[in-house]
């Protein structure tokens, strides 16, 4: 293989920070992965992080957007999603009851994926979860 050559693909996609935008990301997630065994997980995902970054941080105001990627490789599918910040706190899995009506989502992606892993920068967060194609290659099966 040559050295700049590389096995995993990487697919990014910019979206203005309006609740239509996430049904479009998933969407556009379905279509990538179109035929994978983890397709629905990914999707459930980037719609459950897309609508947290609309909801909880600036990506839902006046001309916030939220940008999304997604990279497959034979092991690993990874969908990441950075929001435009303006929160002091960064995203983090809260354990609520049944009933609750928000709070769930960060928790939801972290019992689909295998690996979940949240980036703080000045700009915002991204969190990017994992699923593996083969559960033996660590974390917890789907």
């Not at 996430?22 to 459950?48: F, H, K, M, N």
């Amino acid at each position: 293989m040559h050295e700049y050559t590389s096995t995993a693909r990487v697919w990014g996609l910019s979206c203005p920070g309006f609740p239509e935008e996430v049904s479009r990301a998933r969407r556009w997630t379905r279509d990538i992965l179109r035929g994978s065994p983890l397709a629905e997980d990914a999707e459930l995902i980037v719609s459950e992080l897309s609508a947290n970054a609309i909801l909880h941080t600036a990506s839902g105001q006046e001309y916030g957007s939220f940008h999304l990627a997604v990279a497959v490789s034979a092991q690993v599918v990874a969908v990441s999603v950075t929001d435009d910040g303006g929160t002091a706190t960064a995203p983090k899995v809260e354990h609520q009851d049944q009933d609750a009506e928000h709070g769930r989502g960060l928790g939801m992606v972290s019992a689909i994926a295998h690996r979940v892993v949240v980036h703080d920068s000045d700009q915002g967060h991204t969190v990017t979860a994992e699923l593996y194609a083969d559960s033996r290659l660590g974390g917890h099966p789907c």
